[in-house]
DNA sequence: CCAGTCACTTGCATAATGATAGTGACAATG
DNA sequence: CATTGTCACTATCATTATGCAAGTGACTGG
């Protein structure tokens, strides 16, 4: 996927999907986010060919996602644990995970998630730090922001309603 | 990238990803959230081969996340429009924007988020929506749910951390 | 009639993936 | 001390997907 136009790059989500958008990239995390640390942990979990797995966990410790570090001297050993960034994708796979748990799943969702302490059940939703509300499609707009390029504010130069297209006539 | 497992056709991240996880297409619906509906406005944005642009649209028909809908008689011709399914995903992409803010933008954030209405700055952040607590790494567990095969109960009996790999001896 | 717009499709070279097998370092077992 | 086993890979090769470029067909507007 070889994105050129200047305002590609600078979109945070396309940004992020550089480093998190290929095949495997985002369930690799998630097992590492279960506890899975070694090279097998992570082959016998996904099932996934060694080839593409040494592959992206080469990519992801490059990123900066994970980091190696020996476990073991006398083979040596390494483990590939989340660094703090990598770890911060969780809340992003926690919406991923509800939207799944809403839309593809007719029997319930499978899986569900539990305040660690207390087991009881929780429900992530994406919402604003200060007011809490809500923050879903046609609530939030996107303007550019202090990191912009003068190209991209140009091309921008207004806020932008995210959300979905109204039914007005075209 | 084909999966196999039982207990990996059940997780919901997972099966979102086989719906979202391929090459483009969470920038499709980027950019379907702002706004695009024509083929032409997808191609131009994103300055991706017709022909990929061609059978993503085409899967995210099928799967429900875009509707299409002729939108010009004369030469027919037509729109693809977010369905609710599709626009739900609002979040997923607020959560990877916040990621990619905070981790990926040195100079600041290239795109922000703010209140359609105000104007005013806001900071996606996933929280449970019922204590409105942050649900971060560590912050929260997963465990075999209501719609969960009986296979899965077996493998994962209890609930499971959902965080980085504490720092234990392994 | 001719150029232009729009939404694609086709063909082909290149790249990535999936399946399978093999390697090298060591440990434990017999 | 030979054999088997574990772990973390690398190598090979067929299959699949992508990127690029060009072409098609339906029409509009001049």
């Given at each position: 996927m070889r994105r050129k136009s200047l305002c590609e790059l600078e979109c945070p989500i396309a940004r992020s999907l550089d480093l998190?958008?290929?095949?495997w990239t985002l369930l690799i995390l998630r097992d590492a986010l279960l506890g899975a640390t070694r090279f097998q942990d992570f082959q016998e979990r996904l099932g996934m060919p060694p080839s593409t797995l040494s592959r992206r966990l080469e990519q992801l410790t490059e990123q900066g996602l994970l980091e190696r570090s020996v476990y073991e001297e006398k083979p040596v050993r390494e483990r590939y644990q989340l660094t703090e960034k990598g770890a911060d994708l969780a809340p992003v796979l926690l919406a991923l995970s509800a939207w799944g748990n809403r839309w593809l799943a007719p029997d319930g969702p499978p899986l569900e998630c539990v305040d660690?302490?207390?087991g009881v059940l929780v429900e992530p939703v994406v919402v604003d730090?200060?007011?809490?509300r809500e923050l879903s499609a046609g609530r939030v707009a996107l303007r550019a922001g202090g990191g912009a390029s003068r190209e991209l504010k140009r091309k921008l130069p207004t806020q932008v309603l995210f959300g979905r297209a109204s039914e007005v006539a075209p």
């Open positions: 998190v958008g290929e095949a660690p302490e207390t730090r200060r007011t809490k």
